[in-house]
């Protein structure tokens, strides 16, 4: 599985402990920035870029990371196709996937240390989407608001 990942300077050193993380995990991990740390660099100049890539490519997930969590997930569901949670822990990001079909997973670095990201990374990225056909019916009514 192809994952995007992203960050400013708040989520850069979770981002780096993830990306080692995920590529030892035998996925295959695309950074699209921050590529050094650079302190006050924006979140949307990351988590766009994120989106973007899976507003195209629905088999791939992103990752998008900053300090509270809240500014890139609000970037990354104002694409296409892209279904964005704030990742609260394990159990809540096992539903978003089986239920709602999450495709991009949003981490508050200032509140999450890289063991709780690890564990909620890896439950997100093996929990298939269910298929019944309420959580189908309802995807369906969300890709019709404009």
Not at 44 to 70: M, Q
């Amino acid at each position: 599985m192809l994952i995007y990942i992203g960050s400013d300077h708040r989520g850069f050193q979770l981002k780096e402990s993830l990306k080692n993380f995920l590529k030892n995990s035998g996925y295959e991990v695309i950074d699209l920035g921050n590529a050094q740390f650079q302190d006050g660099d924006d979140y949307p100049d990351f988590a766009a870029p994120v989106a973007k890539k899976i507003s195209l490519d629905p088999s791939a997930r992103g990752i998008v990371i900053c300090g509270s969590g809240a500014g890139v997930d609000i970037v990354a569901n104002r694409h296409p196709n892209v279904r964005s949670v704030l990742a609260i822990n394990p159990d809540q990001v096992a539903v978003t996937r089986s239920d709602d079909d999450t495709n991009v997973l949003s981490l508050a670095a200032d509140y999450t240390d890289e063991e709780a990201a690890r564990k909620i990374v890896s439950i997100w990225l093996q929990t298939p989407f269910s298929g019944e056909e309420r959580h189908q019916r309802r995807l369906k009514k969300i890709e019709k608001i404009g």
